[in-house]
């Protein structure tokens, strides 16, 4: 078994590589996977597992602790690790750092569907959230649209934005927003990567053609957007079964307000999503283990191809 640090995970992948393997992944067979979250919003233990033709099968392991973010100096609020299972012998073949894992599948799943589902000439992208995801995805949205000539930040505590607004670099404008209602009305797409329990999205201020990416939410009482923002519009989520676990996609199929989902990103890859200019779309990324596992592979397969390079 071999230990995968964040450090080696990062030196191995990029954008375009991850993208890809998670494209590729999604034209093969669906996989066997479940669940399970034990807590409340003040601590848990969450995991998932996944068997998938291919790919072997993985296990992901995590202790998520909100209140860590408040300490001095704050520590990270998800710990995680995540298991590879070798597809030939079964055995377990490595151990890698989950939250690295995490930020990479997260912010390819996200930027993959778009691909498909927000429009070639978006210019404004709004991203709600300071964490690493969200940083993570600003990074992978400008890969995908060199067309964005503009970046708003929101977050409830501002001055968390301060390190993030520097890693975007000087190629877009950036700027830090503190009227969250204002910034909605400007965007073509938002990313929402937060554990707010309370709809932070409003679909009064969401125009059409915009892309609505919904990331953070993944138990039935948090939610991201309110009703309107899923009502009438195109919804798409990355997994039927966490996607249907999530509040923001539970809630208004329970109020009626969203009454069928039109795909996966199974269904994406496959074919693709043909839209209007004034389509209002969204996606739920809820994730799935088989994300995890597919970047996981991939990560293994590139720093071999590094190191074997290094020794030879």
Same mark, same amino acid.
């Given at each position: 078994?071999?230990?995968?640090?964040?450090?080696?995970?990062?030196?191995?992948?990029?954008?375009? %590589?991850?993208?890809?393997?998670?494209?590729?992944? #999604?034209?093969?067979?669906?996989?066997?996977?479940?669940?399970? *979250?034990?807590?409340?919003?003040? +601590?848990?233990? +969450?995991?998932?597992?996944?068997?998938?033709?291919?790919?072997?099968?993985?296990?992901?392991?995590?202790?998520?602790?909100?209140?860590?973010?408040?300490?001095?100096?704050?520590? =990270?609020?998800?710990?995680?690790? *995540?298991?590879?299972?070798?597809?030939?012998?079964?055995?377990?073949? %490595? +151990?890698?750092?989950? =939250?690295?894992?995490?930020?990479?599948?997260?912010?390819?799943?996200?930027?993959?569907?778009?691909?498909?589902?927000?429009? %070639?000439?978006?210019?404004?992208?709004?991203?709600?959230?300071?964490?690493?995801?969200?940083?993570?995805?600003?990074?992978?949205?400008? #890969?995908?649209? =060199?067309?964005? /000539?503009?970046?708003?930040?929101?977050?409830?505590?501002?001055?968390?934005?301060?390190?993030?607004?520097?890693?975007?670099?000087?190629?877009?404008?950036?700027?830090?927003?503190?009227?969250?209602?204002?910034?909605?009305?400007?965007?073509?797409?938002?990313?929402?990567?937060?554990?707010?329990?309370?709809?932070?999205? /409003?679909?009064?201020?969401?125009?059409?053609?915009?892309?609505?990416?919904?990331?953070?939410? +993944?138990?039935?009482?948090?939610?991201?957007?309110?009703?309107?923002?899923?009502?009438?519009?195109?919804? *798409?989520?990355?997994?039927?079964?966490?996607?249907?676990?999530?509040?923001?996609?539970?809630? =208004?199929?329970?109020?009626?307000?969203?009454?069928?989902?039109?795909?996966?990103?199974?269904?994406?890859?496959? /074919?693709?999503?043909?839209?209007?200019?004034?389509?209002?779309?969204?996606?739920?990324?809820?994730?799935?283990?088989?994300?995890?596992?597919?970047?996981?592979?991939?990560?293994?397969?590139? #720093?071999?191809?590094?190191?074997? #390079?290094?020794?030879?």
């Amino acid at each position: 078994m071999h230990i995968y640090t964040a450090e080696d995970i990062a030196a191995a992948l990029n954008w375009g %590589a991850v993208i890809d393997a998670l494209r590729e992944a #999604h034209q093969g067979p669906r996989p066997q996977g479940d669940s399970y *979250f034990i807590g409340d919003a003040g +601590f848990g233990l +969450f995991s998932r597992g996944v068997v998938l033709p291919g790919y072997g099968a993985g296990l992901k392991v995590c202790s998520i602790n909100p209140g860590n973010s408040s300490l001095v100096p704050p520590r =990270p609020v998800e710990q995680a690790a *995540f298991v590879v299972i070798d597809e030939q012998t079964k055995a377990i073949a %490595a +151990f890698m750092d989950g =939250p690295e894992i995490t930020r990479w599948k997260t912010a390819a799943d996200s930027a993959l569907a778009a691909l498909s589902l927000s429009r %070639a000439d978006s210019q404004t992208l709004l991203v709600i959230g300071a964490g690493p995801i969200a940083q993570a995805l600003t990074a992978a949205y400008l #890969h995908i649209r =060199p067309s964005i /000539k503009r970046v708003l930040l929101w977050n409830r505590s501002p001055e968390k934005l301060v390190h993030a607004r520097r890693l975007i670099g000087e190629q877009v404008a950036v700027e830090v927003v503190s009227n969250l209602d204002a910034a909605l009305e400007q965007a073509d797409i938002v990313t929402c990567a937060t554990s707010s329990l309370q709809p932070l999205v /409003k679909g009064a201020r969401i125009r059409p053609g915009t892309h609505v990416d919904l990331v953070g939410g +993944f138990r039935e009482d948090m939610r991201e957007a309110d009703d309107e923002v899923l009502r009438n519009a195109r919804v *798409f989520v990355d997994d039927y079964s966490t996607a249907q676990a999530s509040g923001d996609i539970c809630g =208004p199929l329970k109020s009626g307000a969203l009454s069928h989902i039109e795909g996966d990103l199974f269904d994406l890859c496959a /074919k693709g999503a043909t839209r209007a200019a004034q389509d209002r779309t969204v996606y739920k990324n809820a994730g799935g283990a088989h994300l995890d596992l597919v970047v996981a592979q991939l990560a293994i397969r590139r #720093h071999r191809r590094q190191t074997s #390079h290094l020794t030879g």
